[in-house]
């Protein structure tokens, strides 16, 4: 049974990528407690899902993405207002913990034996293929091809790829580092800072929100203070630091 709702309670529908759900519930506790009467509902998924469901009509009132594309093609399409960074983020490797086989360093990745990527329409999939196409000029020429003949699947989303390491199904995936903090199934194996790529969330309010006073408040408290501690404290980087 759902909470009991005050006659006053204005709902406020965030639709944002899949990697920000534990730090954007955050965020919304924290919102919560300044706005009494704000009921928050969140939706988390792919961007480029989120983004098909705002082109069909699904009513948002903000909506954070991992790429810029997704935004850019609202605004353009007149479905969003004015967008900005929130917050930074950056790649990692992933192993499981458990594993011997799985690779010790980025330099071994063509030696797993199954590696999982985000799909290439997704962004995720996007940022991973450009640091392994980056690894050519560090390891060789072929080391991106040795790498995508080791691939056995591509996902959707970065939690996906995350669950497909911590149950064994792969051997390695590369994902946001905030998605590998504090998960006892997984070894972080870093990537060289010259070949890895600063990934950037950026949120925006929709034109067809109801609530426009209440989504541009949430993106201000975002950035406040108080949201930027709350995404550091979560592993997120604020735009002026890299």
Same mark, same amino acid.
């Given at each position: ?11 406020l529908t965030v639709f944002a990528a899949s990697s920000l759900t534990e730090v954007l ?120 091809? =040795?790498?995508? @003949?080791?691939?056995?699947? /591509? &996902?959707? %989303? $970065? ?7 911590? #149950?064994? !199904? ?14 006892? =199934?997984?070894? @972080?194996?870093?990537?060289? /800072? &010259?070949? %890895? $790529? ?7 309010? #929709?034109? !067809? ?34």
């Amino acid at each position: 049974m759902g909470c009991r709702q005050d006659s006053r309670t204005e709902n406020l529908t965030v639709f944002a990528a899949s990697s920000l759900t534990e730090v954007l519930s955050a965020q919304g506790r924290a919102f919560q407690t300044k706005q009494k009467s704000v009921q928050m509902l969140f939706n988390f998924a792919g961007s480029q899902v989120l983004r098909l469901q705002i082109e069909n009509g699904a009513p948002a009132d903000v909506f954070i993405s991992a790429d810029p594309g997704h935004v850019q093609s609202l605004k353009a399409a007149g479905l969003l207002e004015r967008y900005r960074i929130i917050a930074t983020n950056e790649l990692v490797l992933i192993v499981p913990r458990s594993s011997r086989k799985a690779p010790a360093d980025f330099q071994s990745l063509p030696q797993a034996e199954s590696i999982v990527l985000g799909a290439p329409n997704v962004p995720i999939g996007q940022y991973a293929r450009a640091v392994i196409r980056k690894g050519n000029k560090r390891f060789g020429k072929d080391f991106e091809q =040795q790498v995508l @003949m080791r691939v056995v699947s /591509e &996902e959707s %989303n $970065v939690r996906l790829l995350r669950s497909r390491i911590e #149950l064994g !199904a792969a051997q390695a995936a590369l994902v946001y580092r905030t998605d590998a903090m504090r998960r006892d =199934q997984l070894r @972080m194996v870093e990537i060289p /800072e &010259e070949i %890895n $790529v600063t990934t950037a969330y950026y949120g925006g309010r #929709l034109k !067809a929100s109801t609530n426009a006073s209440l989504a541009d408040a949430f993106l201000d408290h975002l950035r406040s203070p108080e949201g930027l501690s709350i995404f550091a404290a979560l592993g997120f980087l604020d735009p002026g630091e890299k």
